[in-house]
């Protein structure tokens, strides 16, 4: 199967996208660029500018917050088919975690515009969106209150 074809497959396996047209899939698959990154290997830095999405299309990466001291705290881990950095991007500011490739990983980096675009011009992307970044915010929340009332 030819490379964008096999992209735009994986692209329909993942929740987010799973209504699009194929067409639409395409363009997504066409702009995206594939980046693999060994474990360890560093994905997104905290702090730095947020100038794309990604999406894991293979293997596992875990999220890291650092503090003002440098202490280094585990978010959490990410799986196949989840989105990350699209909070920065959408509030237009810097990464707020470093994500660190655990296995080998391998990702779909979209650009911030083509994103924007695809939000702006699908609002079943907007809804999805929406509803991941509430489920983050309510598990967090929930890290939290557990942390504060052990």
Known sequence: MPSLERDVETLRNIPLFAELPT??????A???EVIRFEPEEVIVQQG???DAVYIIAEGEAEVWLADDHGHTMRLGAMGQ???FGETAVL????RTATVRAKTPVVTFKISANVFLDLVRQ???IGMQVMTVLAERLERSTARLMKHEHP
């Open 91 to 94: 509030c237009r500011s810097r």
């Open 23 to 28: 067409a639409r899939l395409k363009l997504i």
């Open 122 to 124: 699908s609002p079943e």
């Open 81 to 83: 088919h989840t989105l």
């Open 48 to 50: 730095d500018p947020a």
């Open 30 to 32: 066409y702009t995206a």
